[in-house]
Structures are given as C-alpha cells and as structure tokens.
C-alpha cells in the first residue's frame, strides 16, 4: 500500500516500524495487538522522552496497519485512541533568540559577505535552512 503514500510518509511509516513497532510488537499475533498490549506500548514510548506527537504519529501507522490487515481479512486485535491514555504535551521552552542588539554587534563585527547575510537573515526572520537555501541558490 505504499505506494499511494507520498514518499515522506513512506519514510515516516518505514521508522515507526524499524524503530518502535517491529521492536516492541513485532513479536505478537495480530490478534493479540488490543487495547491492553497497546497501552503498554504508549507507556514504553512515553518514557523514551518522545514528545506526545511522536507517540500520536507512531499510533496512527499501527492503526492503518491493523486497519489494512482486517480489509486483507486478517485476524487483528483492535484499539480505539479513545481508550488510550496517551502522555501529557510537556511545556515547551521558548528558544533564545538574540536581541536587535546583539544582531547589531554580530553583523558590525561579521566580515563580508557573512555581515550581509546575517542581516539578510535578520531582517526577513529567516531560519537557518532557508538561508543556507538561499545562499545556495545564489551561488
């Protein structure tokens, strides 16, 4: 079924299963992979420090899996996200950012043409993949 996927969706599935599914429930029957074998799965990608989107994301693939084994007429366990309880979202730290002044001195001591790409990235709020992009571009 892989191929109606884009291909960044195709990698997305491609590690949930290498790194998280096959891992942990690679060695179950479908029938067994329920509301209880799946919970203890969130528990264990809980504590692996993943953010809740992860864990989300990682769910989603096992049920499109399980989803497209029971069209195929497998035998499949079943789990609705209703009856997870899935990790809280952590409060985020907000990013440091320099100040004007502090831009201001690292451009004035940048040589060129570093001086005119900081400021090129300062001004437009650019990030450092759309600047190297650019840089690249021009080149």
Partial sequence: MAVSLK???VRATESHLRAHIIPKLGNRFLPEIKTKAV?????YLATGGRSRKTVEN???????LLKTAKSWKYACGDFR???LTLPREGVKEEPRCFTDDEVRRI??????PLSTIVAITAVL???IGE?????????
């Fill in 7 to 9: 291909g960044s969706a």
């Fill in 39 to 43: 919970q203890g799965f969130v528990a």
């Fill in 58 to 64: 990682v769910l989603l693939t096992l049920s499109s």
């Fill in 81 to 83: 996200f209703a009856d």
């Fill in 107 to 112: 451009i004035a001591d940048a040589p060129e």
């Fill in 125 to 127: 709020g650019l990030r």
């Fill in 131 to 139: 600047t190297r992009a650019a840089a690249t571009a021009a080149l």
